[in-house]
């Protein structure tokens, strides 16, 4: 019974590269949630998707990032162009069902920490 | 979103309980408290959650104001597992499940 999964761990970029992030939610979940964690702050909710649809994306910069959750594979968070400010650590979460008023709980990954050089 | 107040950092003594506060005075009557923890280098990991009445599992135990502006995180054993920083958030607009995570509190357990 596999967890949340994110791959890779640790993902190192050149400044104007492009990074992609995968997430796999826990078996049975249709709901995939990213988050960003700065050295010594709280994690920031970016974006929350369904199969094939972006929910809320009220946390994600407006340039260079996207995300996007397909019928068939991994949720992807992709960068471009990353700059040095880009450098964190970003976990998915999933849940089985969207809960009715806030009572649904989540599942994160270990996250895959960013470091632009 | 309704914000909540933690201490920054508390400490324990291994195997003593531990109570840790959180303040959410502007809670809504349909706001649940979730609890979850981040240990180092780990994603966080939910512990409990309620929304009115005090709560159990293996983990811990939520305990939750009358009036619900401030609950408390009930350890009853602290562990040095148990070391991570703790988050208390509100979670309860409609149609999303997003948590907004503040700063936490830091849990240190002295052996």
């Known amino acids: 019974n596999a967890g949340v999964m994110q791959n890779p761990r640790h993902l190192v970029r050149r400044r104007g590269q492009e990074a992609r992030l ?3 939610p826990m078996k049975g979940h249709s709901h995939v949630y990213w988050y960003r964690q700065l050295p010594e702050e709280g994690l920031k909710f970016m974006v929350y998707l369904q199969k094939e649809n972006i ?16 019928k068939e594979g991994p949720s992807i968070l992709r960068i471009q162009q990353v700059v040095r400010g880009d450098s964190a650590a970003y976990f998915c979460a999933s849940s089985l069902l969207q809960g009715s008023g806030g009572g649904e709980k989540l599942f994160f990954g270990s996250g895959t920490q960013l470091s632009v050089l | 979103d309704a ?6 950092s ?18 809504s009557g349909t706001d649940y408290i979730h609890w979850y923890r981040q240990l180092p280098s780990q994603g966080p990991e939910y512990v409990i959650h309620g929304l009115t009445s005090n709560v159990n599992n293996r983990m811990a135990s939520l305990a939750i104001a009358e ?5 408390t995180l ?21 149609g999303a499940n ?14």
Do not use: W
Request: charged share 25%.
């Open chain 2, 98 to 111: 997003n948590l907004f995570f503040g700063t936490g509190t830091r849990l240190t357990v002295i052996p």
């Open chain 2, 67 to 71: 009036d619900r502006k401030s609950s």
């Open chain 2, 10 to 27: 508390m400490e324990s003594n291994e195997e003593e309980p531990v109570h840790l506060p959180c303040n959410h005075s502007t809670i």
């Open chain 2, 3 to 8: 914000k909540t107040t933690q201490p920054n």
């Open chain 1, 55 to 70: 929910i809320d994306e009220s946390g994600m910069p407006k340039e260079r990032f996207s995300a996007e959750f397909p």
């Open chain 1, 22 to 24: 995968r997430c796999s």
């Open chain 2, 74 to 94: 009930i350890l009853h054993r602290a562990t040095l597992r148990d070391a991570a920083v703790y988050y208390c958030i509100l979670s309860g607009r409609t």
